[in-house]
């Protein structure tokens, strides 16, 4: 079995701060890419940021130069810090992972139950 658990959401005023978690526990193999989504009401689920293995990173235009991404391979875990938020940023987030359970066996995508992220002016 294979989890996903997000954490770090919380409410906070505009301009303010927070940092999400993500971290992958269970029978894992391998971690390749891992991605954070969210979901605002009534609205659909979109991406946010993507790192791969490597640490390479990409990020939805509306949040580069304030969200920053990374990953620490070691402890199977990703990092959001969150800066400058803005009441659009109101959402939950989701952690979304490709994991291999054994060698030679294809990725499976696992997501996280979400956090959320609330932020008011």
């Known amino acids: 079995q294979v989890q996903l658990v997000e954490s770090g959401g919380g409410t906070v005023q505009a301009g303010g701060s927070l940092r999400l978690s993500c971290a992958a526990s269970?029978?894992?193999?391998?971690?390749?890419?891992m991605t954070w989504y969210r979901q605002a009401p009534g609205k659909q689920r979109e991406f946010v940021a993507a790192?791969?293995?490597?640490?390479?990173?990409n990020y939805a235009d509306s949040v580069k130069g304030r969200f920053t991404l990374s990953r620490d391979n070691s402890k199977n875990a990703m990092y959001l810090p969150m800066n400058s938020l803005k009441p659009e940023d109101t959402a939950v987030y989701y952690c979304?992972?490709?994991?291999?359970?054994?060698?030679?066996?294809?990725?499976?995508?696992?997501w996280g139950q979400g956090t959320q992220v609330t932020v008011f002016a």
């Open positions: 269970g029978n894992i193999f391998s971690i390749g890419a």
């Open positions: 979304n992972a490709y994991i291999t359970t054994r060698p030679g066996r294809s990725a499976y995508p696992y």
């Open positions: 790192i791969t293995s490597g640490g390479g990173t």
